[in-house]
């Protein structure tokens, strides 16, 4: 079982629109989450960590953490055709030589 | 945010030369440093992870002899394609883990070289 699930999409959304991103891991003792956002051909940046359970807002982001259902997820408000990106949900296992997981990324679409 | 340093951005080679990565954290101390290679439209692999002074570990399926990883300080990591062909051809990321000092104190992250595309002729 991978540690770390994404869907690959695409997942299409029209401008403007609210893109919701979604991530599940295995782990339970997992206890820092990060998003990164890859552009085609670069590499990956990162946009947002979370590291309790609820809501956390930074500008058109938003990242919600639920650690009882064990998924993290990504809102982007307002979105852009240049939010149109590969999204990677990445967890840090602090138990397991503080070792980054990757998901295998989803790709959005941000149609004019 | 923290900057990790990749060199060269893009490199072309003739087949059976070496070609050397170079990655560095340029504003905190990296405990670990991980070495990735992408191919168009698929996701990263993780080939190597090193930490400072010790022998990298190697990822299933990734060739130790011919990806060359040195690790020499909390600050630099280098990556050696020996003998490169064709197939080695990739875009290869470093990538720095390390506690960084944020809005909610000191966490511990991970952030990305700029990548190297590697074409070999």
């Known amino acids: 079982q991978k540690e770390v699930e994404q869907n690959s999409g695409p997942l299409s959304v029209p401008e403007g629109a609210i893109a919701s991103l979604n991530c599940t891991y295995s782990?339970?003792?997992?206890?820092?989450f990060f998003w990164y956002r890859q552009y085609s051909g670069k590499s990956p940046e990162l946009i947002m960590s979370?590291?309790?359970?609820g809501d956390k807002e930074d500008g058109r982001f938003t990242a919600q953490l639920n650690k009882a259902s064990q998924y993290v997820s990504l809102l982007i408000r307002d979105s852009q055709p240049s939010d149109s990106a590969t999204y990677l949900c990445?967890?840090?296992?602090?138990?397991?030589?503080?070792?980054?997981?990757f998901g295998s990324g989803t790709k959005l679409n941000v149609k004019p | 945010g923290a900057v990790v340093s990749q060199h060269p951005s893009w490199v072309i080679c003739k087949s059976g030369t070496s070609v050397k990565i170079e990655c560095r954290s340029l504003?905190?101390?990296?405990?670990?440093m991980f070495w990735y290679r992408q191919f168009p439209k698929q996701s990263l692999m993780l080939m190597a992870t090193?930490?400072?002074?010790?022998?990298?570990?190697?990822e299933q399926g990734v060739e130790k002899d011919k990806f060359l990883i040195n690790h020499a300080s909390l600050t630099l990591s280098t990556l050696t394609v020996t003998s490169a062909h064709p197939e080695d051809s990739s875009f290869y990321i470093c990538?720095?883990?390390?506690?960084?000092?944020?809005?909610?104190?000191?966490?511990?992250?991970?952030?990305f070289g700029s990548g190297t595309q590697l074409s070999v002729l």
């Open positions: 979370i590291y309790s359970n």
């Open positions: 090193s930490n400072e002074g010790s022998k990298a570990t190697y």
């Open positions: 782990d339970r003792g997992s206890q820092s």
């Open positions: 990538s720095a883990q390390g506690w960084v000092w944020g809005d909610r104190g000191r966490n511990e992250k991970l952030f």
């Open positions: 504003d905190f101390q990296a405990t670990t």
């Open positions: 990445a967890v840090l296992y602090l138990y397991n030589f503080n070792k980054f997981y």
